[in-house]
C-alpha cells in the first residue's frame, strides 16, 4: 500500500538523498565466468550493461549495484581486511551515496538513468567464495537490482545521483 504523501513517514523517505559516485565496474561475461574490470560501461535502455550476461530485456536485475561501504561492513563480519567486488559479482560499486535510499526511485549514473527494482539479496555462492557463514555476512549489505531506463554511458567518478 503506498504511503500517504503528506504523512511524515513520507517527507523523511522523500527527503533528498546525497550523491554519491562510481568507484568499480565489472561486467560478468558467461555464467560464473570471472569478472571483467573495466572503466566503462554502456547502459542499454531495457536490458542492462553491453557485455554483461545478466542483460535481459524487461527484467528487474539489469544492472547489480554495492556500496563500498558495505563491501568494508562485509570484511568486517567475516573477520577478513578486505572483500573485494569481484567476490560478490556486483556490476557496479558506488561511494558517498545510501542506495537503499533509492528504493522504487529513478537515479541518473552517469548518462545513464536507472530504476531501482530490489534488493541484491546473497546467493549459496557467497559459501562458495567465503566459507561457512559468508551468506549471512552478506545479508542486509548485498546492495540494489535496477532496470535501465535511459541508455548511455557509465565511467569511474560517474555521479550517482537520485532523480526527484
Known amino acids: 500500500m503506498p504511503l500517504n504523501p503528506d504523512s511524515p513517514l513520507a517527507r523523511l523517505m522523500n527527503a533528498p538523498v546525497k550523491a554519491g559516485r562510481v568507484e568499480w565496474i565489472g561486467l ?16 542499454i535502455e531495457g536490458i542492462g550493461l553491453d557485455g554483461d550476461h545478466y542483460g535481459r530485456r524487461d527484467g528487474n536485475r539489469q544492472v547489480t549495484l554495492i556500496q563500498a561501504e558495505s563491501l568494508r561492513a562485509i570484511a568486517s563480519h567475516l573477520g577478513l581486511d578486505e572483500v573485494t567486488p569481484g567476490d560478490l559479482r556486483r556490476n557496479i560499486v558506488t561511494s558517498g551515496i545510501n542506495l537503499n535510499a533509492l528504493k522504487g526511485q529513478r537515479f541518473r549514473i552517469g548518462d545513464a538513468v536507472l530504476e531501482a527494482s530490489g534488493e541484491c539479496h546473497p546467493c549459496s555462492r557467497m559459501e562458495e567464495t567465503f566459507g561457512v557463514g559468508g551468506y549471512n555476512a552478506v545479508r542486509g549489505f548485498g546492495g540494489i537490482t535496477a532496470r535501465v531506463i535511459v541508455g548511455g554511458g557509465i565511467g569511474l567518478a560517474s555521479p550517482v545521483e537520485p532523480l526527484r
Not at 28 to 43: F, G, I, K, W
Open 28 to 43: 560478468r561475461e558467461a555464467r560464473r565466468a570471472p569478472l571483467r574490470v573495466v572503466e566503462s560501461a554502456l547502459a
